[in-house]
């Protein structure tokens, strides 16, 4: 399967355009980098890629189709902040099982803890949390990830660790990824192709 970003523009408002005539692809059992400046327009594009902003001009498709939005969005977005996306008045057991029930071997790939479950996002640490927002995008629907600086904030060991496990399901499963990082060391290690930001965003 191939996603195709194709002349995408976009501006929040009058003043500032952010994206212009942006094109990128990714297909199925792929890793493809971005890498970019502060604020020039990453997330927001991810945004657009994974379907949480709509009025944009230009086309996301697979295999050259609209996405389809009813049932279930096969491109997920994972943020670099995992407590942003997660209810603080769910136990992370509501939390994890919210999209699908994941296995124990995928739990215990991503080193998920049992006794963890029982407890409510905020005893957890940012790296646990991401574990957890991680399997639950790897819903056995989702065909596309988008990685939005998911690693941040992960010491360099745990950081690797976590990647493998998420590019070996990925890959198992025919899943591509758009990795969007400020870490060109990861980016070398982890991906097939590398774009940078400045080269397709045509301001
Ligand atoms: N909802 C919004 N309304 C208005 N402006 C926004 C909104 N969200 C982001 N922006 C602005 O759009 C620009 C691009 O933001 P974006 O988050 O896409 O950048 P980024 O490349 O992901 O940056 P970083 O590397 O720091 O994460 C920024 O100047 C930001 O302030
Ligand atoms: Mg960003």
Redesign the pocket.
């Known amino acids: 399967m191939e996603l195709k970003v194709e002349n995408v523009s976009f501006s929040?408002?009058k003043k500032?355009q952010?994206l212009k005539d942006v094109s990128l692809s990714v297909s199925s059992n792929s890793v493809v980098g971005l890498i970019?400046?502060?604020?020039?327009?990453?997330?927001?594009?991810?945004?657009i890629i994974a379907g949480y902003i709509s009025n944009y001009k230009g086309s996301v498709t697979i295999d050259g189709e609209k996405i389809p939005d009813k049932d279930y969005y096969p491109v997920q977005l994972i943020f670099?902040h995992p407590e942003k996306t997660m209810n603080p008045k769910w136990k992370m057991k509501k939390v994890l099982n919210e999209s699908w029930t994941p296995s124990q071997e995928l739990k215990d790939t991503f080193g998920l803890k049992e006794n963890w479950l029982n407890r409510w996002p905020s005893e957890l640490s940012g790296g646990e949390l991401q574990r957890f927002s991680i399997i639950r995008a790897l819903n056995p629907k989702t065909k596309f990830i988008i990685a939005?600086?998911i690693s941040t904030m992960l010491d360099a060991v745990t950081q690797v660790q976590i990647w493998q496990s998420l590019i070996n399901h990925c890959k198992a499963n025919n899943i591509g990824i758009l990795a969007?990082s400020?870490d060109i060391d990861l980016l070398n290690i982890i991906c097939d192709d590398i774009l940078y930001?400045k080269d397709i965003n045509n301001l």
């Open positions: 929040y408002n500032r952010i970019g400046d502060s604020g020039s327009g990453k997330s927001t594009l991810c945004k670099q939005d600086e969007v400020h930001f």
